[in-house]
Structure formats: structure tokens, C-alpha cells
């Protein structure tokens, strides 16, 4: 590979970043030392680069949540359940619920903790307050001991 053709594929990165560094905006924040030192920690926990990429993916984060808050917004959900294998039917009624017309089942695991219980994840694609729904159906079974739903508002608005 001749010095040319590097020299150039690193000039058109340069530019690319340049770019994308155009669309960025600075602006300054006021903390209290404590607080700045609890987020420094989280930075660190977290393995950030530095302070401004962790307060993109907040921003971010609490807007998604803005966001899902409107019920007709669509969404991914995760549903997360474990429960006990040996209750009756109940993996019967968690693919009648899985089959629900308003959402559409994107991907289902399914993990044998020990040899009476089971997690189950299944990840949903429809409007939040549909797969809010289903979620908490699944959650009040009998035998489910534990559930959890996480949702992410989409980005491309498709649900």
C-alpha cells in the first residue's frame, strides 16, 4: 500500500469527523463539587470517554423515557420473567400472549435457571401501551416470581 493511498484514506477520515463534529453544539454546565465527584465516579463505572459522551446518552436516555410515556408511541420492549416451570399451562398462555395481534414478537430466550425455575426474555415490537399490556398480563400469572419490562421508544417511529 503506497503512502499516498493511506495519507488519503486518513485525510478522508479527518474530514468525516470534521463533519460530524459540525452538527455538535458546546455548551457549559454548572455542578456542585459533590455531584461532579458522583459523576466523575459513574464515568468511570460506566467507562466513558469523557464527562460530554455521558451526558449525551442521559440526555438521550431521560427523552426515550419522555417519549414512551405517551402510550400510542412505538416501541421495543424487553419483558423479563422467572417463574416456576412446574405451574400448569403456563408456558400455553405465554405463547397465546406472545401471539396478540397489536404487537409482534421479535425474538423469545429461553434459560432453565435451575431445575424449577426458568427466565424467559422476550423482546416485543409495537406500541408501548401494548406491549405495556401484554408485559403486565404476563407478570400477574401464577408461578411467575419475578418480572420486569423495559421499553425503548423506536427511533425510526415503526413499533
Request: net charge positive; aromatic share 6%.
Amino acid at each position: 500500500m503506497s503512502l499516498y493511498v493511506i495519507f488519503t484514506a486518513y485525510r478522508r477520515q479527518t474530514e468525516m469527523e470534521k463533519n460530524k463534529m459540525a452538527n455538535i453544539e458546546r455548551i457549559g454546565v454548572s455542578l456542585e463539587s459533590d455531584l461532579l465527584t458522583v459523576f466523575d465516579k459513574f464515568i468511570a463505572d460506566k467507562s466513558y470517554k469523557n464527562r460530554s459522551e455521558a451526558i449525551r446518552d442521559l440526555i438521550r436516555e431521560h427523552l426515550s423515557k419522555q417519549k414512551i410515556e405517551h402510550k400510542k408511541t412505538p416501541a421495543i420492549g424487553a419483558v423479563f420473567l422467572v417463574y416456576d416451570h412446574h405451574t400448569a399451562h403456563i408456558s400455553t398462555v405465554f405463547k397465546k400472549l406472545q401471539h396478540n395481534k397489536p404487537i409482534k414478537t421479535i425474538s423469545c430466550i429461553h434459560v432453565y435457571i435451575d431445575k424449577h425455575n426458568c427466565l424467559e426474555v422476550l423482546l416485543l415490537r409495537g406500541l408501548a401501551c401494548d406491549i405495556n399490556k401484554v408485559g403486565e398480563k404476563m407478570i400477574s400469572l401464577r408461578g411467575v416470581k419475578h418480572g420486569y419490562i423495559n421499553l425503548v421508544a423506536t427511533a425510526d417511529g415503526r413499533g
